[in-house]
């Protein structure tokens, strides 16, 4: 017991001793290190929409993709994302794909950077509605308001604001 002891006191004084050295080795080689430069703020991974203050910051996928092959509203939904893609990052889309566990959408912005929107005519409806309002000259908060007031179902919170 009593070797064993001393065997555990001398490995633990022998790792004091290494840290000591370690600790002390730039103050007496003389030689002060430098600090290393600060890394670059590395840029968002992939690229991203024009939309500098939005939410969602993936990018809308080609209207032209749906061009062929698919229902006659998805092509336009799609360019009406592509056009105004601040306006339909502050509107909640109401076919519930936020609050779906396997969507986890941030807003109706989102719907447009994959299929999702191609096969929902929710989403569709939603952003043809509101790029309709905007081309006709409806400020962001009546037409954030409008497509609540047409989408919203009964027991729904009111989603008024980015994000919500």
Request: hydrophobic share 35%; with cysteine.
């Amino acid at each position: 017991m009593r070797d064993s002891r001393q065997r555990l006191l001398g490995l633990g004084v022998a790792v004091l001793a290494m840290a000591a050295t370690v600790a002390l080795a730039p103050a007496q080689s003389g030689k002060a290190k430098t600090p290393a430069p600060a890394a670059a703020p590395k840029a968002a991974a992939g690229p991203q929409n024009s939309c500098s203050t939005c939410l969602e910051r993936r990018p809308i996928l080609d209207p032209m993709r749906f061009a062929k092959g698919y229902e006659p509203e998805v092509k336009p939904s799609y360019e009406a994302a592509q056009k105004y893609p601040d306006l339909l990052d502050r509107i909640h889309c109401f076919c519930e794909c936020k609050e779906s566990p396997r969507e986890r959408h941030k807003t109706l912005l989102t719907c447009f950077t994959n299929e999702h929107a191609a096969g929902c005519g929710i989403c569709q409806r939603e952003a043809l509605l509101a790029a309709q309002l905007k081309d006709r000259g409806a400020s962001d908060d009546d037409i954030e308001l409008t497509v609540e007031s047409l989408h919203k179902t009964d027991n729904h919170p009111p989603t008024f604001g980015r994000g919500l």
